[in-house]
């Protein structure tokens, strides 16, 4: 059984936020009916506020970010394509950016990055990227970012220790092994739970591997994707578990001989998902909930997945 690869459409989203502030927000501001002298209707030209009194609670002068009308954003270094695009002929890397290069708006998460920044009102001045650890990004604690990105699943645990948006790509875990090995003959999970599998630590690729897989032997934790592909290479696991659109640039760009096994369905028929990372609590989330909905809506989200993702790829799902 084999499906195509594609990235799903966001859900849509019910009401946009008015006012995205973290405080508690009402229809009426807060304040209970106009008494006669205080009515909109009968208060003199003078006393009327002014439209610009007060900025837009989602735009650069309204926004509580970590730089006073700069937007921060965190991704993890090496920033790897198709997620960032390295630089092009003729083009010079932006230190510290190994391979992709998040100043240059290309790759996936570059695009929806910067995108991200336009909905909001930032300019390319007005845009900073810095390099994060990938565990570090969803960890407890203050954070030096605004948002951060780097394929960052959501789960309810990370929900609980920081904020996560809306999702921007929704995808399935998959499975990466060298060609002609026995495991790339599997087809479905319970083949696969038979096998070695290698996975990097603090991924959602390791949870799946222990509530869904559930092989028969523990699997080997790695702190990186390069290292458990090098574990894979010296024939210390038989494969490795990472996000699809992870597993083709795996096999495309990292492997001499790596394939693609399949997909795994979703978990309890939940399609995982990339969320923005933000600090707990923060005063940007719903703002930027509403700048993915925007884009969602605008259909700037999906040409975004279609440059950058390739849905052409018919990747058989273990079931």
């Known amino acids: 059984m084999s499906r195509v690869f594609r990235a799903a459409t966001l859900s849509a989203v ?39 009194a007060a900025p837009e609670a989602c735009s650069p002068d309204g926004l509580e970010t970590k730089t006073a009308g700069q937007l921060t954003i965190g991704t993890d270094n090496p920033a790897f394509p198709p997620y ?10 932006t230190d510290p950016w190994e391979l992709g290069d ?9 695009a929806v990055a910067w995108a991200v920044a336009e909905e909001l009102g930032y300019d390319e001045e007005s845009v900073e990227f810095i390099p994060v650890p ?21 789960s309810d ?23 002609g090995t026995p495991i790339t003959e599997a087809s479905s999970i319970a083949d696969v739970a038979g096998f070695r599998l290698g996975v990097q630590v603090g991924t959602t690729s390791l949870a799946y591997i222990q509530e869904e897989i559930q092989p028969s032997a523990d699997p080997s ?18 494969g490795i ?38 600090e707990q609590d923060s005063p ?5 909930n509403e700048a993915i909905a925007a884009l969602d809506e605008s259909g700037e989200l999906e040409a975004i997945t279609e440059e950058w993702l390739s849905e052409a790829v018919d990747v058989p799902v273990l079931e």
Request: hydrophobic share 40%.
């Open 241 to 278: 578990v990472v996000d699809l659109p992870t597993a083709f640039f795996i096999t495309a760009v990292q492997m001499d001989d790596g394939v693609v096994v399949g997909q795994f369905p979703a978990a309890a028929d939940e399609q995982e998902y990339f969320s923005l990372v933000l």
């Open 14 to 52: 019910a009401a946009l936020v008015v006012a995205c502030t973290s405080g508690d927000v009402t229809g009426t501001g807060g304040v209970g009916s106009p008494t006669e002298a205080t009515s909109p209707s009968m208060a003199p030209e003078s006393m009327a506020p002014s439209e610009s």
């Open 102 to 110: 998040p100043t240059n708006q290309r790759g996936f998460e570059g």
């Open 134 to 154: 990938f565990a570090n990004s969803f960890a407890p604690g203050e954070k030096d970012f605004d948002f951060y990105l780097a394929q960052v699943s959501f």
């Open 84 to 93: 960032w695009d390295p630089p092009g002929d003729g083009e010079t890397a």
């Open 221 to 238: 934790v790695y702190d990186s994707n390069d290292a458990a592909i090098a574990a894979l290479n010296a024939n210390q696991v038989d």
């Open 284 to 288: 940007l989330t719903e703002c930027v």
């Open 157 to 179: 645990e990370r929900a609980e220790v920081v904020d996560m948006s809306d999702g921007y790509y929704f995808s399935n875990q998959a499975l990466v092994a060298n060609a």
